[in-house]
């Protein structure tokens, strides 16, 4: 509906303008219609003023083995949105307690533990096809061993639970269960890095290139950037504050799927923590060209 209202402004905008301009040369008359009609329209913006649960789920799964527990509901203060920013947390708990997330390839439960986190997927919520994604965010005490906090996108029909659509067939990474990482800092990079990445399927359940398409990129963590990705014709252009970082060129006709969003904090080993440990998100958008 919203996007039918978009079309028939821009047809009368364009309208107008070419009655305006009408009188001019026509070159200049094309160059108008083309600047008014190749605008970014938002379909998706939140500002996490709340938590909406319209936009967002938990997701509690277990992947790279990793150390922690995702627990849902926020408990132990893992997730909060207070102050107009969502905040995800790796918790120390102090002592081992169980965990019911499963192995994503084998089923197997989780260990005890005592880190617990949050994670949210905007899975049958939000999902959008290409377009560009952006988030702003923080995270502070960056660099810290075993640190691993993320924004990225996975493609709809992924198989991982939660599992809601009989379409939800499709192991990662295949098409259709493509995946995109916008942010994702891991502690062995050291403080104030992060990557960005288009993972190439190999063709096969679990096969990915993760490095081929690979940014590694300097940046004050600690203070709130944007972190972006874009479709350009068939290129991925990767954003840090609308300044172009990385170009994973003809990688964009690999994700046809509508993709989520996924914000988490994970904990890649286990290394103690010393420091308080929080990925801080004032908001999240999705646009897209309207090119008619
Ligand atoms: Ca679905
Ligand atoms: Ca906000």
Redesign the pocket.
Known sequence: MERTNVLVKTFFLSLVLTLFFGCKGGNEKNNVAQESTASWQVDFFDDFDTFNEDNWQDQMIWVNNEDQCYVPDGQFNTREVSNGTLKLRVVDLGEKRPCDNLDVKTGAQHPETQYVAGRIIS??RK?FIKGKWTVRLKVENSGQPGMFPAWWLLG??NNEPPV??D??TVCWPLTGSGEIDVFEHHSDGGSNHYAARAIVSLGECQSGDWQGKMLVQEATLDEFHDYSVEWDGNDLVFRLDETEVYRAEDQGGNYPEPLFAILNFAKINDSPMTQNWEMEVDWIKHEYKNEK
């Open positions: 899975k049958n999902e709809a029909l809601e659509d379409d939800e």
